[in-house]
């Protein structure tokens, strides 16, 4: 059981590669066997012990919200914070960061798909501890390198940032609110301190960047991606 009592999940995202899926629904509302992606992030984060899950949203915002509602489907309570533009990562954590009461918090991507045992985070050390793996057939040249738990911006080995971290709130607290800023600058910033640890994780995980990676996914499963709809109804339990 994680002693992290909160999370968010990254929503917010407009999906160009996922087109023409994205052009009416968020990528993170896109089903893997017939279950949204997001909704696996829920039931991950709630089998951990967090319930408190935040979700930022921008294109078509209101749909997530719809589709989730407060999370009583899942026996968590699920908020949101609403962006007019996308503010990227460290902009939309910023926005939100009043949230998380000064905490160390989880940061899972909403366009991701990993079986990741949440449970084996717990508050960092450092300013930000980061989940690494194996680099994907598309990422071959990864992002960072890993030397005894911590995680360097270049090293002779590379690693592919999953986009599951825990963050301390103060990393995000001078940035401008609803001013966009990328997360990855930061972590190199911390990096140069090694103030960043890391874990790397060989189980399940993908990028579901484009519909040939979600259709393969799907595959998997035995379930093509002409198969997958969209219904409301989850916030009406």
């Known amino acids: 059981m994680s002693n ?4 968010m999940i990254l929503a917010a995202g407009r999906g160009e590669r996922m087109r023409p899926l994205t052009d009416t629904l968020p990528k993170p509302l896109l089903k893997v066997d017939g279950k949204a992606l ?6 991950a984060l ?3 012990g967090i319930k408190d899950i935040l979700i930022n949203t921008a294109w078509l915002g209101d749909i997530i919200p719809e589709y989730l ?4 489907y899942w026996r968590v309570n699920l908020s949101y914070s609403h962006e007019e533009v996308a503010l990227e990562t460290a902009g939309g954590i910023r926005k939100a960061l009043d949230f998380f009461e000064g905490e160390p918090f989880v940061v899972v991507n909403g366009d991701v798909w990993s079986d990741f045992d949440f449970s084996l985070l717990n508050k960092p050390k450092a300013k930000a501890h980061l989940v690494l793996v194996p680099n994907p057939e598309q990422h071959p ?4 390198g890993l030397d005894n738990g911590t995680v360097l911006a270049q090293n002779e080995v590379q690693y ?5 971290g825990v963050y301390q709130p103060e990393i995000f607290a001078d940035l401008v609110i609803d001013k966009a800023e990328p997360l990855a600058p930061i972590l190199r910033g911390l990096m140069q301190y090694q103030q960043v640890t ?3 994780y060989q189980g399940q995980w993908r990028d579901i960047g484009t519909p040939e990676r979600l259709d393969m996914l799907n595959k998997e ?9 969209f219904d409301l109804g989850k916030g009406d339990n």
């Not at 997001?38 to 039931?43: G, L, P, T, V």
């Not at 509602?69 to 009583?72: A, F, N, T, V």
């Not at 040249?141 to 960072?144: C, E, I, N, T, Y």
């Open 46 to 48: 709630k089998a951990a």
């Open 141 to 144: 040249k990864g992002d960072f």
């Open 69 to 72: 509602g407060d999370g009583s």
């Open 4 to 7: 992290i009592k909160k999370a």
């Open 38 to 43: 997001i909704e696996y992030h829920i039931e």
């Open 160 to 164: 592919t940032f999953s986009g599951i």
């Open 198 to 200: 890391g874990q790397l």
């Open 221 to 229: 499963f035995q379930r093509p991606i002409k198969t997958i709809n």
